[in-house]
């Protein structure tokens, strides 16, 4: 039987193993802040570090998982026994309250789930006939995946952890209760771990031309278009990490601001829940994009999609940098212009990050296929993770909350001048006007 008769029933499989690994993920990383900040009471500094920990893994990610992945054990194999071991790790992150410990089990923890990450993504090109056209309707289940497990936190928050009271006392339990994400988290990671060893036998590659894997896969990125891609991964990260370190606490802000008793904020409530679960709204239109992204392969080339990634980058920062000034010239609450931020999160992980992932697949040979993967990751959730998380909770951060109170403008306009700056550096570095294959 052929791979492309096959194609069907393999799309399903795969769909529902990006649903998992996305949906884990999802669970715990969009409320964390607000559970170390409000519910351990861990200092700006200290939260900077546990965001930066889980960064280790991608980190080693291309010299362990990807090194085995190509040359010594199945894929499958190797994503069971990730999700597994990090199902157990993510338990325990919910139940410590110890910096020390939690930040442990967080570095332990990234090295076992964010290598997962790339070897989804180089099994999935594995075994799809048709790299632009199949990826896209796979991976968009990751996205389903994370709004559903959002949304489910953030109503389970809303429902169950939101009592009668005043503000302190409702926000010291919805902080307390964000512990649930990490129980939920740690059940899809046994589901998925179970999972994964029944996924299409990925085995190493056969007769590769060097032993190292990681040696051959940095050759081909010291080679255009890598070169400058990699090289606009590590401020393109920084930049994401804005959006995740700062998001909830900006928005929480926003949607308190706006009134109790507003229809908008109850109905917003109502269907969103609290915390991480209007942040949905971002994966939502990522499965527009995602959906799309067949034909936007057709219609634009490489270096055309990253440039409206790097915009929708630029655009989310000004709207939220400038949403109060905003709202005054156009006589309405912050609130819409926030969610037009958000709504943009679509086009910046779908035109930059997952068409990034698609050229890093093109531009390597099979044997490498997961080293390469990983050591993109290494940059774009490793390094620039870590530098990223470093540079919004600490030196930014501190810096725009100088005087005692955040000041958003301050904030979001480093990371949306920092986007500027890489629009810059595609134009006239990024080589290739041509459509894609």
Known sequence: MTQTALAPYVRSRLSIM????YAIWGAWLPVLYSFLSGHLQFSGTQIGYCFSAGAIGAILGPFLAGQLADRT?????????SHLIGAVLVYLMGITGDF????????????????????????????????????????????IGWIVVGITVGQILFRFHTPDGNAEAVTAAQ???????????????????????????????????????????LGAIFKQPLLVLFALAIPVSIIHQFYFVQADAFIGGVQAASGKDSWFDQLIKQVF????????????TEIIVLAAMPF????????????????????????WAYAPHLAAWTGSSELPFVIAGIALHGFCFGCFIFVAFMIVDENTHPDIRATAQNLFNLVIV??????????????VGDWAKASGKMDYEKLFSVPMYMAIGCIVILVLLYPGKKKSA
């Open 18 to 21: 990006m649903f998992l690994q």
């Open 73 to 81: 054990f199945a894929t499958q194999k190797i994503l069971g026994v």
């Open 100 to 143: 020390n410990y939690f930040i442990a089990l967080s570095a332990i923890y990234g090295l076992v789930y964010a290598p997962t990450m790339a070897l989804t993504n180089s099994l999935a090109f594995a075994h799809l006939p048709n790299r632009d056209a199949d990826f896209g309707p796979v991976r968009v289940w990751g996205t």
């Open 175 to 217: 902080n307390a209760g964000r512990a649930v994400a990490f129980q939920i988290s740690a059940g899809l990671g046994l589901v998925m771990g179970l999972y994964c060893f029944t996924l299409p036998n990925t085995p190493p590659s056969k007769g590769a031309a060097q032993n190292t894997a990681w040696l051959e896969a």
């Open 273 to 284: 829940g609290v915390g991480g679960g209007l942040m949905t709204i971002g994966q939502m």
């Open 296 to 319: 936007l392969t057709g219609w634009f080339s490489r270096k055309r999609l990253l440039l409206i990634g790097l915009c929708a980058y630029a655009a989310r920062m000004a709207l």
């Open 382 to 395: 490793g390094i620039g993770t870590i530098v990223g998380s470093i540079v919004a909770a600490n030196i």
